[in-house]
T-cell receptor
Framework: SQQGEEDPQALSIQEGENATMNCSYKTSINNLQWYRQNSGRGLVHLILIRSNEREKHSGRLRVTLDTSKKSSSLLITASRAADTASYFCATVRDDKIIFGKGTRLHILP | DTGVSQDPRHKITKRGQNVTFRCDPISEHNRLYWYRQTLGQGPEFLTYFQNEAQLEKSRLLSDRFSAERPKGSFSTLEIQRTEQGDSAMYLC????????????????FGPGTRLLVL
């Protein structure tokens, strides 16, 4: 079963704009991770945020976590063509890692 | 290259045949995970190992699936009597374990093995 659910399912934006995608989950978690997957390839870890953290930055990425709402958001600033990919959130609880269905992001030139 | 590797990258087989996939994790990682991913979906957890011990198996892992990690290093995933519904990308990931919190840390994924059952 998949706990995390990303929103939107698909997103197209112009290069240079910011992209925001959201993840909602159902049960309490220990940490939440975001991954990127380019077409037909393996997943690449982007960022991990722990349940006691509210915000985290890494380069052009900003992740927030609201445990009261059981939701997280991933913001990619100043998007580039290379950011075109699928983005997945993964919730971690009691050694279980569960991925959502992903957001397909397409950056338009 | 010290990343996670998987072999083969592609496999085409006929229904009813057995297939075996191999995963070589990052050497210092004690945890190894197998996932299955179908088109348009996120990875679905199948099973994971800590060292050589298989700690959990998903209900998705039917009797036809078996995984091993005999020496706590590489792992194999075997599918017996393959069915067309087994067609998917099979992903392997490895990670270390945060000994403070006990949580699995960042997972490093291999490129996957794409299986097509005809």
């Amino acid at each position: 079963s998949q706990q995390g659910e990303e929103d939107p399912q698909a997103l197209s934006i112009q290069e240079g704009e910011n992209a925001t995608m959201n993840c909602s989950y159902k049960t309490s978690i220990n940490n939440l991770q975001w991954y990127r997957q380019n077409s037909g390839r393996g997943l690449v870890h982007l960022i991990l945020i722990r349940s006691n953290e509210r915000e985290k930055h890494s380069g052009r990425l900003r992740v927030t976590l609201d445990t009261s709402k059981k939701s997280s958001s991933l913001l990619i600033t100043a998007s580039r063509a290379a950011d075109t990919a699928s983005y997945f959130c993964a919730t971690v609880r009691d050694d279980k890692i569960i991925f959502g269905k992903g957001t397909r992001l397409h950056i338009l030139p | 290259d010290t990343g996670v590797s998987q072999d083969p990258r592609h496999k085409i087989t006929k229904r009813g045949q057995n297939v075996t996939f191999r995963c070589d994790p990052i050497s210092e990682h004690n945890r190894l995970y197998w996932y299955r991913q179908t088109l348009g979906q996120g990875p679905e957890f199948l099973t994971y190992f800590q060292n050589e011990a298989q700690l959990e198996k998903s209900r998705l892992l039917s009797d036809r699936f078996s995984a091993e990690r005999p020496k706590g290093s590489f792992s194999t995933l075997e599918i017996q009597r393959t069915e067309q519904g087994d067609s998917a990308m099979y992903l392997c990931a490895s990670s270390s374990r945060d000994w403070t919190s006990g949580d699995p840390e960042t997972q490093y994924f291999g490129p996957g093995t794409r299986l097509l059952v005809l």
